[in-house]
């Protein structure tokens, strides 16, 4: 392989961590992991760019598994900002909620306000990254090489030899 495995790595990761860190955006990866494999694909396309050769299957598998990796670290680094940020907006929004549902059992209303707190929001982002890190790195190793399939270069008919009839 002549090009390098850094940049279309870390261009999937920033697809697969953002888009899985932003919110409402990231229930994407609830229809069939969309931003996982979608990292992988973006990644052996960038791949496939860096190169005038096609790119093998097993090279857009190797970019995607990277990605899959880079990407987990990017939503651990995304999503602690985020989540401490949408914290006390989500915790209004509760609230409101809370006050509007006057039947609702008091050890329910004690887990939901407790639920939104800044370490709970932090905990969570950490048990996320470690399910992000292997399926992230499982799910983006099959775009990487559906990415392979897909943008591969297509060689020239001049270049394949076809052996004489025997």
């Known amino acids: 392989m002549k090009a390098s495995l850094t940049q279309p790595a870390l261009l999937g990761g920033l697809v697969v961590g953002v888009l899985s860190a932003l919110p409402l955006i990231y229930i994407g990866n609830l229809c069939c992991c969309l931003w996982l494999v979608s990292g992988g694909v973006v990644a052996a396309y960038a791949l496939q760019q860096n190169q005038t050769t096609p790119i093998a299957a097993g090279d857009g ?7 899959g990796v880079v990407g987990a670290f990017v939503y651990l680094i995304v999503s602690i900002p985020i989540n401490l ?19 609702m059992p008091p050890e329910l209303r004690e887990y939901a306000s407790r639920s939104t707190s800044p370490g709970m929001r932090v905990g969570s982002a950490i048990v996320n990254f470690i399910f992000l890190l292997f399926l992230g790195a499982a799910f983006s190793t099959i775009g990487g090489v559906l990415g392979a399939l897909i943008f591969a270069r297509k060689t020239p008919p001049g270049i394949i030899d076809i052996p004489p009839p025997a």
Do not use: F, S
Not at 85 to 102: G, K, S
């Open 85 to 103: 940020l949408m914290a006390p907006i989500e915790q209004r929004v509760l609230q409101r909620l809370l006050e509007t549902m006057n039947n």
């Open 61 to 67: 598998a190797l970019v995607g598994l990277l990605a």
